[in-house]
């Protein structure tokens, strides 16, 4: 109980400072670049409207930035003091990405952010222009590294397990870093930043015109922001149908939910819209029920985004427990799925092999030492499992990855349409000669539906990832601190009083900065 | 040499050079602490805040990266001690959080809570943030309350790795003089490092004189108190480790011994101290103001180096089990692989052109 406690509490803890760390950094990546868009224009041209534009935006960035880094640097403590026995089973695995994001990533972006944000006439406009990009590089290197750590906690590899020092070891730095789940995450990531900043930008840019305010200003920035959101978003869509197809190879729990999929099956349908049944759970117990009350689907369409095959068989939540079907992982092999009970089994058969052989190298016994060590390689591939008690501890929180999933789906899709009218009537001059009022207030109600959908993202990558930390090798209950819940419980009030308080003054900041305008 | 013996080292050695850096790059927090007394109008606070704030992403930077090296160099150590020492690091995680937002934010319209409340932010950080830095450094020397046992991941209804033995959760450290002297030493540095730093400022006006008279106060207290930790940290039982079987025991005179047994140590540490002395010798002798402020950062910087080497280098428990002994970590126990450090060491390669680039900012935003 008090396990669960604390697993929970920590949870919590780690997800709010994630959630609070997401509202920044993704503003930051993106914006970055179109700041330097707009200050490569003043360099080329010499108009110094492009430095007052860019010094608006500029401006804008750095509050944002400020948050970034200081909820940033909690994440990378919490590693240690929440989940410390994660920090050493893949420590050395998970530790040199986090480094290496420190010595090139954290010292590029605030080095450059400084000559950026202060030295206007400290360093020459080209030196500076060079820093104003670099900043922007250095933002997205960083979430490169820490995007390449968290793609291996989803698909490990790479590595191998050594009893000596109980814990997983780097044998391939490449293959860690080159890992195709990492590269697609990367893409899907920093382009949801784009886009997030685009429709910021543009929000903006809208009050303005509605204002009266800063037209050349926000007209020009609304046709930077539209073509890079534009273009931002196709990548997002094509890495969108990447990370589901990496999902269903390596996480086909996490795909059930987000399609609230139980029993899986072949020429598998897309849920477009649905509203999911309660009382439906996995098991026989829910095996009567209906899992959605309403829903109007894609037929085959899952299928084929999971297999790339319009008939290819998509396991659901039951499947998956009970196993027994035919799998192909994202290596290519195909074998038959083990059940739960089976893989609890292995699971539990490599950390009693694991306990066997810490206590043979202790009596000195090699022969013992050689034999638990072959029984924890054969079946290390479900260490995770021993820690896992029940078949439905292996199901993440379906209602809440499955809306999640569509939120940002639709949300997504809106976004296309949201682009696409800004830039058609912005080149057509419709939007202030034809005094197109809905569209700018269009333009403002979305920015808190990308941040909803920006944060809809990171729910479906991380609670549909539970129960594990490192799939199928350590669950949370296996890789949180030995620390009592109520210490948690403070440290959580405490940070989301402060997050909460820090967000509030940055929104006021921000408002009161957009209020100003360019000077 | 074995590579991972070699690289074992290398990495410590780095790591300490990251924590000797932070120290010197302490000089925004010294200076930030000057805030809510010596700094008392507005003009003068503006002042501090100017320039603490060009340069306090470095400082915080390496601050995250001597994290990140530690995790990805000494797991062991990052999981014992953070996981253990919870509420230190706590403390410390969140005197650095406050001040992340508060140079942008205070004086920002908009800003709600005023701007005395981000220049108490700023306050806490640079004196009690300093201060529980030191004490968290000091635990290198005395040690923590924890015990480590690999075999318990394999209880699934208590798998920590790392436990630590008393509900204070690294408050503990609170409770032991060295670690609270060493907490007023790195104060002190931090102070003197930042009264020096605004000195070497053109239109600093009329606020240097102030600076001059918390400096003729700072700067000798600093000395001895330094003094005093490094006679204690000599005098002190330590604790060694057998390479070969692992085995951990008490040894009288230990960072004595490590400073005598590795020379270049010794001589970086001499180093370090003569350049802090001659620094703070210039400053009194009114003789030129930039250079004194990096002789004296130059010195600590080497000083602290070789008091973080000697706590790890030469066969020593760096983190010492007050609990049993043998729980110790030490550079064998508690680093990463030998793929991994490799891996590390090829990427710090990179480092010199990485400091290339700081310089050329530093001085270009003088």
């Given amino acids: 109980m008090l396990l669960t406690t604390l697993v929970d509490l920590s949870r919590w803890q780690f997800a709010v400072t994630a959630m609070y760390h997401w509202l920044f950094v993704p503003l930051t990546l993106g914006l970055g670049f179109l700041i330097a868009f707009m200050e490569t224009r003043y360099v080329m041209t010499g108009d110094e409207f492009w430095k007052r534009t860019t010094k608006f935006w500029m401006k804008l960035f750095a509050i944002n930035f400020a948050m970034g880094v200081a909820t940033g640097i909690i994440l990378e403590f919490e590693f240690g003091t929440n989940w410390s026995n994660y920090s050493w089973f893949v420590g050395d695995i998970f530790g040199a990405p986090l480094a290496i994001e420190g010595i090139f990533a954290f010292f590029m972006e605030s080095t450059f952010f400084a000559v950026m944000y202060f030295g206007w006439n400290k360093v020459s406009r080209k030196a500076h222009l060079v820093s104003t990009w670099l900043t922007a590089i250095g933002t997205n290197l960083s979430a490169v590294w820490i995007l390449i750590a968290n793609a291996w906690m989803q698909y490990p590899l790479g590595m191998e397990f050594n009893p000596d020092t109980a814990r997983s070891e780097m044998t391939d730095f490449w293959a860690v870093v080159s890992s195709p789940v990492a590269i697609n995450k990367f893409l899907h990531s920093v382009t949801n930043g784009y886009v997030l900043a685009s429709v910021f930008v543009i929000a903006v840019s809208s009050w303005f015109l509605l204002r009266k305010r800063e037209q050349t200003l926000a007209r020009k920035s609304i046709r930077v922001a539209s073509v890079f959101g534009i273009i931002s978003l196709a990548v997002l869509i094509a890495t969108g149908d990447g990370s589901a197809y990496n999902v269903a190879k390596v996480q086909p729990m996490k795909l059930a939910a987000m399609e609230g999929l139980y029993d899986g099956s072949e020429k598998a349908p897309l849920v477009a819209v649905g509203v999911l049944n309660p009382d439906k759970v996995p098991g026989p117990e829910g095996a009567d029920e209906d899992p959605y009350l309403f829903e109007i689907s894609f037929p085959s369409m899952l299928s084929y985004l999971a297999t790339r095959q319009a008939d290819g068989f998509v396991p659901g939540i039951n499947d998956i427990i009970e196993g027994g079907y035919e799998f192909t992982d994202r290596q290519g092999n195909t074998y038959v799925e083990p059940s739960f009970y089976e893989k609890k089994a292995r699971g539990t058969a490599a950390v009693t092999a694991l306990a066997d052989y810490q206590a043979a190298k202790e009596a000195g016994d090699t022969l013992a030492m050689g034999q638990a060590k072959a029984m924890l390689e054969q079946n290390f591939d479900y260490f995770g499992y021993h820690y896992v008690e029940e078949p439905e501890d292996l199901v993440p929180n379906v209602p809440l990855v499955f809306y999640a999933f569509h939120i940002m789906v639709a949300l997504g899709m809106f976004f296309i349409l949201l682009f696409v009218l800004f830039i058609v009537f912005e080149w057509k001059n419709l939007i202030v000669r034809e005094k197109h009022k809905w569209l700018l207030w269009l333009g403002i109600i979305s920015v808190p539906l990308v941040y909803i959908c920006s944060q809809s993202g990171w729910i479906v990558a991380e609670v549909g990832r539970q129960p594990w930390t490192i799939q199928n090798l350590l669950p949370v209950n296996a890789a949180v601190s030995g620390v009592e819940p109520g210490n948690v419980l403070t440290t959580l009030v405490i940070f989301i009083c402060l997050f909460t308080a820090m967000l509030g003054v940055e929104i006021s900041i921000m408002l009161r900065q957009i209020k100003k305008g360019g000077e | ?366």
């Fill in chain 2, 1 to 366: 040499m074995d590579a991972l013996y070699f690289l074992q080292h290398y990495w410590w050695a780095l790591v300490a050079l990251l924590g000797a850096i932070l120290v010197f790059l302490l000089f925004v927090q010294g200076a930030q602490g000057l805030l809510l007394r010596t700094a008392s109008s507005e003009s003068e606070k503006d002042l501090v805040v100017k320039y603490a704030g060009h340069k306090w992403e470095i400082t915080f930077t390496t601050l995250v990266t001597f994290g990140g090296a530690a995790f990805a160099s000494f797991p062991l150590f990052y999981s014992t001690s953070f996981g253990g020492a919870y509420w230190l690091w706590i403390c410390i995680l969140l005197l650095f959080v406050i001040q992340a937002f508060s140079f942008e934010y205070r004086k920002d319209a908009g800003n709600i809570f005023g701007a005395r409340t981000f220049e108490i932010f700023l306050f806490l950080n640079g004196t009690l943030g300093t201060f529980l830095l030191g004490v968290a450094v000091g635990t290198f020397f005395t040690g923590g309350a924890f015990t480590v046992d690999k075999v318990s991941i394999t209880d699934a209804a208590s798998p920590a790795i790392s436990r630590w033995a008393n509900g204070w959760h690294g408050l503990d450290a609170l409770a032991e003089p060295m670690n609270l002297l060493l907490g007023v030493v790195v104060f002190l540095a931090a102070r003197t490092l930042g009264l020096l730093y605004l000195l070497t400022k053109p239109d600093v006006g009329e606020f240097a004189a102030k600076c001059r008279r918390r400096l003729a106060v700072t700067a000798p207290a600093f000395v001895l108190t330094f003094v005093a930790f490094v006679v204690w940290m000599f005098l002190k039982t330590g604790y060694g480790v057998d390479p070969a079987s692992g085995e951990i025991f008490a040894e009288r005179f230990k960072y004595l011994h490590n400073m005598l047994h590795v020379w270049w140590i010794a001589v970086v540490f001499l180093l370090g101290v003569v350049l802090v002395l001659a620094g703070l010798a210039k400053h009194f002798l009114d003789k030129g103001t930039r250079t004194n402020f990096y002789m004296v950062g130059a010195g600590a910087l080497l000083a602290v180096w070789a008091i973080l080497l000697c706590a790890g280098f030469n066969d020593t428990a760096y983190y010492v089990s007050t609990v049993d002994v043998q729980d110790s970590l030490t550079l064998y126990n508690s680093s990463s692989s030998l793929f991994t450090l490799k891996v590390m060491a090829w990427v710090s390669i990179a480092i010199p052109f990485v400091i290339a680039y700081i310089v050329w900012m530093w001085r270009k935003m003088r």
